[in-house]
């Protein structure tokens, strides 16, 4: 009966399935459909997908209705998870519209720096170095985002070899201290003894250190 398979149903699916069938009946429409919530004795919540056809009589009274029930749990968890990976997409696009704009208005200063008719040669190197500077970063982030998708494609190579742990922070520390110094952060570099190695791809490491570092 409606009424037992309408006590089954969430509280809001029900509110929404007696709307619904009123207007089914008010215009004698001959078929009814709605994804409900049901709640099992477990706790666990299942999503069913209602069809049903309704039949009247010659006088426009309703006489019976017959239907099915589909599981549509799996397509709601689906659907759920494309959501939230859309959103999930579209707030690193956000992020990463916001890190790569970081870099360019410096660049264009410098850019206007370096067109003026009276810029000093002092000033042209300070402007290029600026620009280089910036530059070397949005290329670091181009090649982020290049291996992140290596990643999800597992497609990721690592090419592993014997390395000085103190070499790898050495070379990383001076790649990073022009990038610091010009931001005020001092950077003071502790490693273990020289004899220490570890069996790892070198510039993989040393990107995950500059990362880092740069945002210590």
Same mark, same amino acid.
Do not use: H
């Given at each position: 009966a409606w009424s037992e398979w309408n006590a089954l149903i969430e509280q809001e699916d029900a509110a929404e399935a007696n709307e619904r069938m009123n207007r089914c009946l008010e215009g004698r429409a001959p078929q009814f459909e709605q994804d409900v919530c049901i709640r099992r004795p477990d706790g666990s919540v299942r999503w069913l997908a209602t069809r049903a056809r309704i039949e009247y009589a010659a006088d426009g009274e309703p006489r019976r209705m017959h239907g099915v029930l589909l599981d549509?749990?799996?397509?709601? !968890?689906?659907?759920?998870? @494309?959501? /939230? *990976?859309? +959103?999930?997409?579209?707030?690193?696009?956000?992020?990463?519209? =916001? &890190? %790569?704009?970081?870099?360019?208005?410096?660049?264009?200063?410098?850019?206007?720096?370096?067109?003026?008719?009276?810029?000093?040669?002092?000033?042209?190197?300070?402007?290029?170095?600026i620009i280089e500077r910036h530059v070397n970063q949005l290329v670091g982030m181009?090649?982020? !985002?290049?291996?992140?998708? @290596?990643? /999800? *494609?597992? +497609?990721?190579?690592?090419?592993?070899?014997?390395?000085?742990? =103190? &070499? %790898?922070?050495?070379?990383?520390?001076?790649?990073?201290?022009?990038?610091?110094?010009?931001?005020?952060?001092?950077?003071?570099?502790d490693v273990l003894p020289d004899g220490v190695g570890v069996h790892v791809d070198p510039a993989r490491v040393r990107k995950v250190l500059a990362i880092l570092v740069e945002h210590a």
């Open positions: 549509a749990t799996g397509q709601r !968890l689906a659907e759920g998870a @494309l959501d /939230a *990976a859309r +959103r999930d997409k579209e707030a690193f696009l956000t992020g990463l519209a =916001r &890190e %790569l704009r970081g870099p360019l208005a410096p660049i264009r200063n410098s850019l206007a720096l370096l067109r003026a008719k009276d810029a000093s040669g002092e000033n042209v190197t300070w402007a290029a170095e181009i090649d982020n !985002l290049l291996d992140l998708s @290596l990643i /999800a *494609a597992q +497609r990721m190579t690592l090419r592993r070899q014997p390395t000085r742990l =103190r &070499e %790898l922070v050495a070379e990383t520390a001076a790649a990073c201290r022009g990038a610091l110094d010009a931001r005020g952060v001092r950077l003071a570099v």
